[in-house]
């Protein structure tokens, strides 16, 4: 699933949560769109969160995803 340019936090989480389930191993991409970096992370969904997607039981400075970071999530593994 891939983010449209211009969906706003709020929209993004909607789209996420709607698209993974509380299990699933995911590859997410996230774009800092300041700098615009590219970021790859994979790992199981532990948390829908309100402002990030917990991946690994981790919290965001460990490595889970802000929604508004996320370019593109795809399911690896369907728990």
Do not use: C, F, W
């Not at 699933?1 to 969906?7: H, K, N, Q």
């Not at 700098?35 to 309100?50: H, I, K």
């Not at 919290?59 to 889970?64: D, F, I, N, P, V």
């Amino acid at each position: 699933m891939t983010v449209p340019s211009d969906a706003n936090t709020k929209r993004i989480k909607a789209l996420v949560q709607n698209h993974v389930e509380l299990g699933d191993t995911v590859e997410v991409r996230s774009e800092e769109r300041t700098e615009d970096r590219m970021m790859d992370v994979t790992g199981e969904v532990t948390g829908l969160e309100p402002a990030y997607l917990e991946l690994d039981g981790r919290s965001l400075a460990e490595g889970s995803v802000r929604y508004d970071e996320i370019n593109s999530v795809s399911i690896l593994e369907s728990s």
